[in-house]
């Protein structure tokens, strides 16, 4: 689980965020849901490492990351995977290699052994037949994929992802969801998902925070929000006429 | 950003490339990948450089010389000296501060706005060891190599000139040569060439790793990256004929 109390992180004279708190269950996908500059970004950044809070703990598995020495942190990174936003492929390494890197970096496994798990990774997030393409050659969506498939070739406890879906077409969106979603439960990850995709929270939302002017607004999993009176919240997430009639429609379902 | 805001956080980056290798094999990989690209790919344009710098400062002497008393073998023993003390080490490093130093920072900064110096440190990579140290390391074994090789081919190329156009005999600019030789020079010369293949890997590399915006500011740090370094390297030209000539 990772917990994180009262963090507080400003730059400049911009309070970007201000005393957040909230745990992040295990085995579940965690959402961090808001508006662009509501803080996602900085909070999951935070979280990582990548950014040092102002104020406040993060707390993985009962063990304070925010007091850590550097040697501790790089440990704990071994079992944090990260899918980027725009994916943070090395542009110079094929996919297979993108995918090994991690493998050649921290293991001493035999060529053959880390290229029999890259294949296993690449086949789960249904990638067989690219390893030898370069980054420049794949779409988006193969991008996320291969992203996804180095965040977890080393099996991870947790899987965090910046916007997995953004600059893509809603049928692949809901894919990489589905396969973020599904990842989580095989592997019983803590899988935290950064997000303005309405789809992503009504499909895969476990657990919701729901950010507004980097304050905690409102929390809860994907049914709760269906009956939240939050006015923010519900202005956010069924901002269209359409949404609003899904929702209602989704109210009579669950009242069923 | 004060002078000494950069020049702390410069010292900050040398300081945190030294921690152990997550895994030596990749680091040594990764060294000589960058020996081969800032050492083999810049021997076309410092041959190139070389030659004509020996050639034109041949032509240039003999055209100056113009005292019957004064023996024309001077026109190599010239050559030989200013190639070695100053064309070899301080011109060829201030053509590899825009050749060299521009890819390190450009390739740096790409990494940074794209996140993959982010994706490195999540997996738990000191970036700094990774990607810095092998760029300083690999420039500070070639630079001195490339600038022995840029002192043969200048010398050469004086060489080819003065006998092609009639100037000296081949027997008289080898003789001139022998003549007066100082081998201290040639070590001075190597000094320096170590201290400014420091200088034009180190100062690329801290403005392409702290580089923050887009592809604008990739463009403008690996721009600034090489006006610094030039103006760095003929500072410390100046300190160190200074201090031990």
């Not at chain 2, 030294?18 to 690209?37: D, R, V």
């Not at chain 2, 887009?214 to 030209?237: H, K, N, P």
């Amino acid at each position: 689980m990772i917990e994180f109390k009262n963090i507080s992180k400003s730059f400049g004279d911009k309070l970007v965020l201000n005393d957040v708190s909230h745990a992040m269950q295990s085995g579940k996908a965690n959402l961090i849901i808001g508006t662009s500059g509501s803080g996602k970004t900085v909070l999951q950044k935070c979280l990582v490492g990548l950014f040092e809070p102002d104020q406040g703990e993060i707390i993985y598995d009962g063990i304070s990351f925010t007091q850590m020495n550097d040697d501790d942190r790089k440990m704990l990174r071994q079992q944090i995977g990260m899918l980027f936003q725009g994916s943070a492929l090395f542009d110079s390494m094929t996919v297979e290699d993108n995918v090994k890197f991690p493998l050649d970096m921290f293991t001493n496994d035999s060529q053959t052994t880390k290229l029999k798990r890259v294949n296993e990774v690449l086949e789960r997030v249904n990638l067989v037949g690219s390893n030898k393409k370069f980054p420049s050659e794949i779409s988006g969506g193969m991008k996320k994929r291969v992203g996804i498939a180095r965040a977890i070739v080393l099996n991870p406890k947790f899987l965090f992802c910046d916007e997995p879906n953004s600059g893509l077409d809603p049928q692949t969106s809901m894919l990489i969801d589905q396969l973020i979603y599904d990842i989580t439960k095989d592997f019983n990850m803590t899988t935290i998902i950064n997000t303005h995709d309405m789809n992503s929270v009504m499909e895969i939302g476990d657990n919701i925070l729901y950010l507004k002017d980097g304050k905690k607004e409102w929390t809860g999993n994907k049914k709760d929000i269906i009956f939240s009176e939050n006015e923010n919240l519900n202005q956010f997430i069924f901002a269209s006429e359409f949404l609003q009639g899904a929702k209602r429609l989704r109210m009579m379902e669950e009242k069923r | 950003m004060t002078f000494f805001t950069h020049l702390g956080r410069y010292i900050l980056m040398l300081k945190g490339m030294f921690s152990k290798p997550e895994n030596p094999k990749l680091y040594w990989k990764e060294f000589m990948h960058q020996c081969a690209e800032i050492g083999i790919g810049s021997i076309g344009i410092v041959s190139i450089i070389s030659v004509f710098m020996g050639a034109v400062s041949a032509v240039q002497t003999a055209y100056q010389i113009v005292n019957p008393f004064i023996s024309k073998t001077i026109i190599s023993q010239i050559v030989r000296d200013t190639v070695i003390l100053e064309f070899a080490p301080t011109l060829i490093c201030i053509v590899l501060a825009g050749v060299v130093g521009s890819k390190i920072a450009s390739e740096l900064g790409n990494m940074r706005v794209s996140e993959q110096i982010d994706a490195l440190e999540i997996m738990g990579i000191n970036t700094k060891t990774y990607l810095v140290l092998p760029k300083i390391a690999a420039a500070i074994v070639t630079v001195p190599m490339l600038t022995v090789l840029a002192m043969l081919l200048g010398i050469l190329g004086g060489r080819l000139t003065v006998s092609l156009s009639g100037i000296l005999s081949t027997d008289s600019y080898d003789r001139g040569l022998r003549e007066l030789f100082v081998p201290y020079n040639v070590f001075f010369a190597l000094i320096k060439a170590y201290t400014f293949a420091f200088i034009i890997s180190s100062i690329p590399a801290y403005f392409g790793y702290y580089v923050k915006g887009g592809s604008l500011e990739i463009g403008r740090s690996s721009t600034t990256s090489v006006v610094v370094s030039c103006i760095v390297i003929l500072f410390a030209d100046y300190i160190l004929a200074a201090l031990l000539l």
